[in-house]
């Protein structure tokens, strides 16, 4: 699975999202600082939604199965 991350220039910052996964943003004064604030963001997104599925799953009538297993390097 590819994601695209979306990087544009305001002013004296980048903002970035990842569109493929609403919540992913962040900004960073650096293309460098950006980026490895986007990877940090969508970590925490990836997280947080695994841990509402989970809690979600605790009431027994929910399944959760595996669908894809994407790698981050």
Request: hydrophobic residues 40%; aromatic residues 6%.
């Amino acid at each position: 699975m590819e994601l695209t991350a979306v990087i544009a220039r305001r002013g004296k910052w980048y903002v970035a999202y990842v569109p493929e996964i609403p919540g992913v943003n962040t900004q960073g004064r650096t293309l460098k600082e950006v980026r490895e604030n986007l990877q940090e963001a969508l970590e925490l997104v990836l997280d947080a939604n695994r841990e509402l599925a989970e809690s979600e799953a605790a009431d027994g009538k929910t399944t959760r199965e595996t669908i894809a297993q994407i790698s981050f390097t």
